[in-house]
Protein backbone atom coordinates (compact mmCIF):
# COMPACT_ATOMS: atom_id res chain seq x y z
CA UNK A 1 0.00 0.00 0.00
CA UNK A 2 1.45 3.26 -1.19
CA UNK A 3 0.69 6.59 0.69
CA UNK A 4 -0.73 9.74 -1.23
CA UNK A 5 1.19 13.16 -0.66
CA UNK A 6 -1.83 14.03 2.13
CA UNK A 7 -0.30 13.28 5.55
CA UNK A 8 -0.86 9.75 7.17
CA UNK A 9 -2.13 10.11 10.91
CA UNK A 10 -2.70 7.42 13.29
CA UNK A 11 -1.02 4.87 11.16
CA UNK A 12 -0.04 1.91 13.21
CA UNK A 13 1.38 -1.60 12.22
CA UNK A 14 -0.79 -4.48 13.33
CA UNK A 15 0.22 -8.32 13.15
CA UNK A 16 0.58 -9.70 9.83
CA UNK A 17 1.29 -6.91 8.62
CA UNK A 18 -2.13 -5.34 8.30
CA UNK A 19 -2.33 -1.57 8.63
CA UNK A 20 -4.59 0.64 10.53
CA UNK A 21 -5.76 3.98 9.30
CA UNK A 22 -7.23 6.40 12.33
CA UNK A 23 -10.14 8.48 10.88
CA UNK A 24 -8.90 11.55 10.24
CA UNK A 25 -9.67 12.49 6.53
CA UNK A 26 -6.31 11.05 5.07
CA UNK A 27 -6.30 9.46 1.69
CA UNK A 28 -4.90 6.10 0.65
CA UNK A 29 -3.86 5.01 -2.89
CA UNK A 30 -3.91 1.45 -3.71
CA UNK A 31 -3.16 -1.68 -6.12
CA UNK A 32 -6.62 -3.29 -6.84
CA UNK A 33 -5.81 -6.88 -5.41
CA UNK A 34 -4.30 -5.03 -2.42
CA UNK A 35 -5.67 -6.90 0.69
CA UNK A 36 -4.52 -4.03 2.70
CA UNK A 37 -7.07 -1.69 1.10
CA UNK A 38 -8.54 0.36 3.97
CA UNK A 39 -12.46 0.87 3.34
CA UNK A 40 -12.63 4.49 5.36
CA UNK A 41 -15.79 5.69 3.39
CA UNK A 42 -15.74 6.15 -0.18
CA UNK A 43 -13.60 4.76 -2.79
CA UNK A 44 -12.71 6.23 -6.39
CA UNK A 45 -11.56 3.58 -9.00
CA UNK A 46 -9.96 5.42 -11.50
CA UNK A 47 -9.68 4.47 -15.52
CA UNK A 48 -11.53 1.53 -15.34
CA UNK A 49 -13.04 -0.78 -18.34
CA UNK A 50 -16.12 -1.40 -17.81
CA UNK A 51 -17.84 -4.36 -19.20
CA UNK A 52 -21.37 -5.92 -19.68
CA UNK A 53 -24.62 -4.51 -20.27
CA UNK A 54 -25.20 -0.54 -19.62
CA UNK A 55 -24.51 3.08 -20.66
CA UNK A 56 -20.85 2.31 -19.66
CA UNK A 57 -20.21 -0.57 -21.62
CA UNK A 58 -16.31 -0.42 -23.40
CA UNK A 59 -15.73 3.09 -21.85
CA UNK A 60 -12.57 3.49 -19.14
CA UNK A 61 -13.86 5.63 -16.62
CA UNK A 62 -13.62 6.27 -13.39
CA UNK A 63 -16.04 4.72 -10.81
CA UNK A 64 -17.13 6.59 -7.38
CA UNK A 65 -18.26 4.25 -4.71
CA UNK A 66 -20.22 5.08 -1.21
CA UNK A 67 -22.17 3.23 1.59
CA UNK A 68 -22.16 0.05 -0.68
CA UNK A 69 -23.34 1.62 -3.55
CA UNK A 70 -21.93 3.39 -6.92
CA UNK A 71 -22.74 7.11 -6.46
CA UNK A 72 -21.04 8.63 -9.60
CA UNK A 73 -19.51 7.20 -12.74
CA UNK A 74 -17.96 9.50 -15.65
CA UNK A 75 -14.41 11.51 -15.77
CA UNK A 76 -14.26 12.15 -12.08
CA UNK A 77 -12.35 14.63 -10.18
CA UNK A 78 -13.99 13.45 -7.00
CA UNK A 79 -12.77 13.42 -3.88
CA UNK A 80 -12.27 9.85 -2.10
CA UNK A 81 -11.07 8.43 1.72
CA UNK A 82 -9.20 5.37 -0.73
CA UNK A 83 -8.01 5.42 -4.26
CA UNK A 84 -7.41 2.47 -6.90
CA UNK A 85 -5.70 2.61 -9.71
CA UNK A 86 -7.55 0.42 -12.36
CA UNK A 87 -5.35 1.23 -15.54
CA UNK A 88 -5.26 -1.49 -18.34
CA UNK A 89 -7.53 -3.57 -15.78
CA UNK A 90 -12.01 -4.69 -16.57
CA UNK A 91 -14.50 -4.18 -14.36
CA UNK A 92 -17.53 -6.78 -14.49
CA UNK A 93 -20.55 -6.95 -12.62
CA UNK A 94 -20.34 -9.91 -9.63
CA UNK A 95 -22.34 -12.88 -11.13
CA UNK A 96 -25.11 -14.39 -10.00
CA UNK A 97 -25.54 -18.07 -9.91
CA UNK A 98 -28.69 -19.50 -10.67
CA UNK A 99 -28.64 -22.81 -9.39
CA UNK A 100 -26.56 -23.68 -5.81
CA UNK A 101 -27.29 -25.49 -2.99
CA UNK A 102 -25.84 -23.58 -0.01
CA UNK A 103 -27.57 -26.15 2.74
CA UNK A 104 -26.47 -29.37 1.32
CA UNK A 105 -22.91 -27.73 1.05
CA UNK A 106 -22.45 -24.61 2.83
CA UNK A 107 -19.58 -22.33 1.74
CA UNK A 108 -21.67 -18.86 1.43
CA UNK A 109 -18.36 -16.94 2.32
CA UNK A 110 -16.33 -18.90 0.13
CA UNK A 111 -18.92 -18.32 -3.03
CA UNK A 112 -18.61 -14.37 -2.29
CA UNK A 113 -15.00 -14.65 -2.23
CA UNK A 114 -15.09 -16.14 -5.42
CA UNK A 115 -17.62 -13.28 -7.21
CA UNK A 116 -21.03 -14.81 -6.60
CA UNK A 117 -22.86 -12.07 -5.22
CA UNK A 118 -26.53 -13.41 -5.84
CA UNK A 119 -27.59 -17.32 -6.36
CA UNK A 120 -30.79 -19.09 -6.39
CA UNK A 121 -31.18 -21.61 -3.69
CA UNK A 122 -33.22 -24.66 -5.55
CA UNK A 123 -33.83 -26.93 -2.69
CA UNK A 124 -33.28 -27.08 0.77
CA UNK A 125 -35.06 -27.58 4.25
CA UNK A 126 -37.82 -25.42 4.95
CA UNK A 127 -35.65 -23.92 8.21
CA UNK A 128 -33.11 -22.26 5.34
CA UNK A 129 -36.20 -19.47 4.87
CA UNK A 130 -35.08 -18.00 8.02
CA UNK A 131 -31.51 -18.26 7.41
CA UNK A 132 -29.56 -14.58 7.22
CA UNK A 133 -27.24 -14.77 4.31
CA UNK A 134 -26.36 -10.98 3.60
CA UNK A 135 -24.27 -9.93 1.80
CA UNK A 136 -24.85 -12.40 -0.45
CA UNK A 137 -28.95 -11.95 -2.28
CA UNK A 138 -30.30 -15.59 -1.78
CA UNK A 139 -33.58 -16.46 -3.88
CA UNK A 140 -34.86 -19.32 -2.53
CA UNK A 141 -36.97 -22.01 -2.91
CA UNK A 142 -36.99 -24.34 -0.07
CA UNK A 143 -37.82 -27.63 -0.19
CA UNK A 144 -39.21 -29.30 -3.32
CA UNK A 145 -42.80 -29.75 -3.80
CA UNK A 146 -42.42 -33.51 -5.02
CA UNK A 147 -44.66 -36.28 -4.69
CA UNK A 148 -44.68 -39.46 -2.25
CA UNK A 149 -41.31 -41.04 -2.07
CA UNK A 150 -40.18 -38.68 -5.24
CA UNK A 151 -37.03 -37.05 -6.01
CA UNK A 152 -34.90 -35.71 -4.37
CA UNK A 153 -36.44 -37.99 -1.15
CA UNK A 154 -35.51 -41.20 -1.30
CA UNK A 155 -31.65 -40.02 -1.58
CA UNK A 156 -29.70 -36.87 -1.31
CA UNK A 157 -32.38 -34.22 -0.17
CA UNK A 158 -33.79 -37.26 2.60
CA UNK A 159 -33.38 -34.77 5.10
CA UNK A 160 -35.98 -32.33 4.49
CA UNK A 161 -35.26 -30.74 0.95
CA UNK A 162 -38.90 -32.48 -0.69
CA UNK A 163 -42.60 -32.00 0.74
CA UNK A 164 -44.32 -35.10 -0.12
CA UNK A 165 -47.68 -34.53 -1.57
CA UNK A 166 -50.31 -36.81 -2.97
CA UNK A 167 -52.63 -35.02 -4.94
CA UNK A 168 -53.27 -31.33 -6.11
CA UNK A 169 -54.93 -29.83 -3.14
CA UNK A 170 -51.77 -30.84 -1.15
CA UNK A 171 -49.34 -29.39 -3.81
CA UNK A 172 -51.52 -26.34 -3.28
CA UNK A 173 -51.24 -26.12 0.26
CA UNK A 174 -47.57 -26.93 0.10
CA UNK A 175 -46.98 -23.56 -2.69
CA UNK A 176 -49.08 -21.27 -0.15
CA UNK A 177 -47.08 -22.53 2.84
CA UNK A 178 -43.72 -22.18 0.74
CA UNK A 179 -45.05 -18.51 -0.51
CA UNK A 180 -46.02 -17.83 3.44
CA UNK A 181 -42.53 -18.72 4.89
CA UNK A 182 -40.86 -16.66 2.30
CA UNK A 183 -39.35 -18.82 -0.66
CA UNK A 184 -38.94 -16.69 -4.08
CA UNK A 185 -39.50 -19.46 -6.02
CA UNK A 186 -41.08 -22.94 -6.55
CA UNK A 187 -39.09 -25.86 -7.29
CA UNK A 188 -41.49 -29.15 -8.69
CA UNK A 189 -39.33 -32.01 -10.12
CA UNK A 190 -40.57 -33.98 -13.01
CA UNK A 191 -39.10 -37.56 -12.97
CA UNK A 192 -39.82 -41.03 -13.93
CA UNK A 193 -41.39 -43.49 -11.06
CA UNK A 194 -43.27 -41.15 -8.54
CA UNK A 195 -43.90 -38.15 -9.85
CA UNK A 196 -46.35 -35.78 -9.45
CA UNK A 197 -49.34 -36.08 -12.14
CA UNK A 198 -49.52 -33.90 -14.66
CA UNK A 199 -53.00 -32.33 -12.60
CA UNK A 200 -51.21 -31.99 -9.31
CA UNK A 201 -48.06 -30.21 -11.74
CA UNK A 202 -50.69 -27.60 -13.13
CA UNK A 203 -52.09 -27.03 -9.92
CA UNK A 204 -48.74 -26.40 -8.33
CA UNK A 205 -47.63 -24.03 -11.68
CA UNK A 206 -50.77 -21.89 -11.19
CA UNK A 207 -50.45 -21.73 -6.96
CA UNK A 208 -47.56 -20.47 -7.61
CA UNK A 209 -47.72 -17.95 -10.30
CA UNK A 210 -50.91 -16.81 -8.53
CA UNK A 211 -48.40 -15.41 -6.12
CA UNK A 212 -46.24 -14.14 -8.28
CA UNK A 213 -43.64 -16.85 -8.14
CA UNK A 214 -41.79 -18.54 -11.19
CA UNK A 215 -41.64 -22.72 -10.70
CA UNK A 216 -38.25 -24.76 -11.71
CA UNK A 217 -38.12 -28.26 -12.21
CA UNK A 218 -35.94 -30.88 -12.82
CA UNK A 219 -36.59 -32.66 -15.80
CA UNK A 220 -33.92 -34.31 -17.84
CA UNK A 221 -35.28 -35.97 -20.95
CA UNK A 222 -37.69 -35.18 -23.73
CA UNK A 223 -41.04 -36.63 -22.61
CA UNK A 224 -40.21 -34.81 -18.81
CA UNK A 225 -39.16 -31.57 -20.34
CA UNK A 226 -42.32 -31.50 -22.67
CA UNK A 227 -43.90 -32.31 -20.06
CA UNK A 228 -42.87 -29.12 -17.73
CA UNK A 229 -43.00 -27.03 -20.59
CA UNK A 230 -46.70 -28.23 -20.81
CA UNK A 231 -47.80 -27.26 -17.16
CA UNK A 232 -46.16 -24.16 -17.71
CA UNK A 233 -42.95 -24.34 -15.71
CA UNK A 234 -40.72 -21.45 -16.28
CA UNK A 235 -37.11 -22.62 -15.80
CA UNK A 236 -35.82 -25.88 -16.30
CA UNK A 237 -33.09 -26.09 -13.56
CA UNK A 238 -30.91 -27.92 -15.38
CA UNK A 239 -29.72 -28.62 -19.16
CA UNK A 240 -31.24 -32.21 -19.64
CA UNK A 241 -29.00 -34.49 -20.25
CA UNK A 242 -30.87 -36.88 -22.82
CA UNK A 243 -31.20 -35.97 -26.53
CA UNK A 244 -33.78 -33.10 -27.04
CA UNK A 245 -35.78 -33.25 -30.06
CA UNK A 246 -36.66 -30.05 -32.30
CA UNK A 247 -39.78 -30.02 -30.86
CA UNK A 248 -38.23 -30.63 -27.26
CA UNK A 249 -36.34 -27.44 -27.97
CA UNK A 250 -39.17 -25.68 -29.91
CA UNK A 251 -41.32 -25.95 -26.37
CA UNK A 252 -38.78 -23.85 -24.43
CA UNK A 253 -38.93 -20.49 -26.50
CA UNK A 254 -40.32 -18.55 -24.09
CA UNK A 255 -39.13 -20.23 -21.15
CA UNK A 256 -35.83 -20.42 -19.67
CA UNK A 257 -32.56 -22.81 -18.83
CA UNK A 258 -30.09 -22.96 -16.25
CA UNK A 259 -26.89 -24.12 -17.73
CA UNK A 260 -25.35 -26.98 -14.46
CA UNK A 261 -23.13 -28.19 -17.55
CA UNK A 262 -20.08 -29.19 -15.85
CA UNK A 263 -22.24 -31.11 -12.62
CA UNK A 264 -23.31 -33.80 -14.98
CA UNK A 265 -20.11 -34.08 -16.96
CA UNK A 266 -20.71 -31.50 -19.93
CA UNK A 267 -21.26 -34.46 -22.31
CA UNK A 268 -21.64 -33.52 -25.84
CA UNK A 269 -25.61 -33.91 -25.94
CA UNK A 270 -25.83 -31.94 -22.87
CA UNK A 271 -23.74 -29.54 -24.79
CA UNK A 272 -26.20 -30.01 -27.90
CA UNK A 273 -29.40 -29.24 -25.97
CA UNK A 274 -28.33 -26.56 -24.89
CA UNK A 275 -27.18 -25.27 -27.74
CA UNK A 276 -30.44 -26.24 -29.74
CA UNK A 277 -32.68 -24.97 -26.54
CA UNK A 278 -30.85 -21.13 -26.93
CA UNK A 279 -31.46 -21.37 -31.36
CA UNK A 280 -35.05 -21.86 -30.22
CA UNK A 281 -35.16 -18.30 -28.01
CA UNK A 282 -34.64 -20.14 -24.33
CA UNK A 283 -33.46 -17.48 -22.29
CA UNK A 284 -30.18 -18.68 -20.65
CA UNK A 285 -28.85 -18.60 -16.97
CA UNK A 286 -25.69 -19.65 -15.92
CA UNK A 287 -25.52 -22.18 -13.01
CA UNK A 288 -23.07 -24.58 -11.57
CA UNK A 289 -25.96 -26.76 -9.35
CA UNK A 290 -23.47 -25.62 -6.46
CA UNK A 291 -23.43 -28.40 -3.71
CA UNK A 292 -23.73 -31.61 -6.46
CA UNK A 293 -20.49 -29.59 -8.07
CA UNK A 294 -18.01 -28.56 -5.43
CA UNK A 295 -16.04 -25.97 -7.28
CA UNK A 296 -16.83 -22.57 -5.08
CA UNK A 297 -17.28 -18.71 -7.12
CA UNK A 298 -17.41 -18.75 -10.93
CA UNK A 299 -16.71 -22.01 -12.71
CA UNK A 300 -14.12 -22.06 -15.73
CA UNK A 301 -14.99 -24.94 -16.48
CA UNK A 302 -19.01 -23.95 -17.13
CA UNK A 303 -18.09 -20.84 -18.83
CA UNK A 304 -15.95 -23.17 -21.40
CA UNK A 305 -18.45 -25.46 -21.65
CA UNK A 306 -21.43 -22.38 -22.19
CA UNK A 307 -18.88 -21.33 -25.09
CA UNK A 308 -18.66 -24.54 -26.73
CA UNK A 309 -22.51 -24.37 -26.63
CA UNK A 310 -22.60 -21.31 -29.01
CA UNK A 311 -22.42 -17.86 -26.45
CA UNK A 312 -20.00 -15.42 -26.96
CA UNK A 313 -17.84 -13.98 -24.65
CA UNK A 314 -20.16 -11.09 -24.03
CA UNK A 315 -23.21 -13.53 -24.05
CA UNK A 316 -21.57 -15.95 -21.22
CA UNK A 317 -20.93 -12.48 -18.94
CA UNK A 318 -24.68 -11.92 -19.94
CA UNK A 319 -25.62 -14.88 -18.41
CA UNK A 320 -24.13 -14.71 -15.17
CA UNK A 321 -25.23 -10.91 -14.44
CA UNK A 322 -27.86 -8.97 -16.32
CA UNK A 323 -29.64 -11.86 -17.76
CA UNK A 324 -30.41 -13.41 -14.24
CA UNK A 325 -30.13 -9.45 -13.07
CA UNK A 326 -33.71 -9.22 -14.57
CA UNK A 327 -34.79 -12.33 -15.33
CA UNK A 328 -35.16 -13.42 -11.44
CA UNK A 329 -35.90 -9.53 -11.04
CA UNK A 330 -32.52 -8.97 -8.83
CA UNK A 331 -32.39 -5.53 -8.00
CA UNK A 332 -29.19 -3.74 -7.53
CA UNK A 333 -27.04 -5.85 -9.58
CA UNK A 334 -26.51 -7.38 -13.35
CA UNK A 335 -24.41 -3.90 -14.58
CA UNK A 336 -21.66 -1.42 -13.45
CA UNK A 337 -23.86 1.54 -13.14
CA UNK A 338 -24.63 4.14 -10.87
CA UNK A 339 -27.61 3.42 -8.62
CA UNK A 340 -26.53 -0.32 -8.19
CA UNK A 341 -25.07 -1.92 -5.71
CA UNK A 342 -20.98 -1.56 -5.76
CA UNK A 343 -20.52 -5.47 -6.46
CA UNK A 344 -18.33 -6.15 -9.12
CA UNK A 345 -15.09 -7.99 -10.48
CA UNK A 346 -11.53 -6.74 -11.02
CA UNK A 347 -10.38 -8.29 -13.98
CA UNK A 348 -6.76 -8.73 -15.32
CA UNK A 349 -7.84 -9.12 -19.16
CA UNK A 350 -11.25 -8.72 -21.05
CA UNK A 351 -13.94 -10.88 -20.61
CA UNK A 352 -15.36 -10.96 -23.57
CA UNK A 353 -12.40 -11.55 -25.10
CA UNK A 354 -11.38 -14.04 -22.60
CA UNK A 355 -14.42 -15.43 -20.37
CA UNK A 356 -12.25 -17.42 -18.46
CA UNK A 357 -10.85 -14.17 -16.64
CA UNK A 358 -14.28 -13.97 -14.69
CA UNK A 359 -12.86 -17.56 -12.93
CA UNK A 360 -9.71 -15.49 -11.96
CA UNK A 361 -10.69 -11.92 -10.46
CA UNK A 362 -8.08 -9.81 -9.11
CA UNK A 363 -9.97 -8.27 -6.90
CA UNK A 364 -13.86 -9.20 -5.60
CA UNK A 365 -16.15 -6.11 -4.16
CA UNK A 366 -19.81 -7.05 -2.80
CA UNK A 367 -21.65 -4.48 -1.82
CA UNK A 368 -18.45 -1.79 -1.25
CA UNK A 369 -16.48 -4.13 0.59
CA UNK A 370 -13.41 -5.78 -0.60
CA UNK A 371 -13.53 -9.70 -0.10
Known sequence: M??????????????????????????????????????????????????????YAGQSVDVLIESGAITAIGDLNAKADTVVDLSGRWLAPAFIDSHVHLSFLPRREQMLDGGIAAAV????????????????????????????????????????????CENESEVQK????????????????????????????????????????????HAMTQDQVLLAADVGIDVLAHTPTAQLSDAGAQAWSKGAVISTLRAFGGSDIAVDNLRRLRAAGATV?????????????????????????????AEI???????????????????????????????????????????????VWVNGVKR
Open 285 to 313: LYGTDFGNLQTTGIVAAELELLARAGLSG
Open 317 to 363: LASGTSVPAQWWGIEGLGSVDVGKRASFLVLGSNPIETPAALASPEA
Open 121 to 164: DLAAPIHSLDDDVAPMILLQSGPMVTAVQGYPTQSWGSLGYGIE
Open 2 to 55: IASQSTLCGLSALAGGLLLLALCGCVVQAEPGDSQILQVGSVLFQDATVVGSGP
Open 174 to 217: AVASLSAGGASVIKMPVTEARSLSEPALRAGVEAAHSRGLKVAS
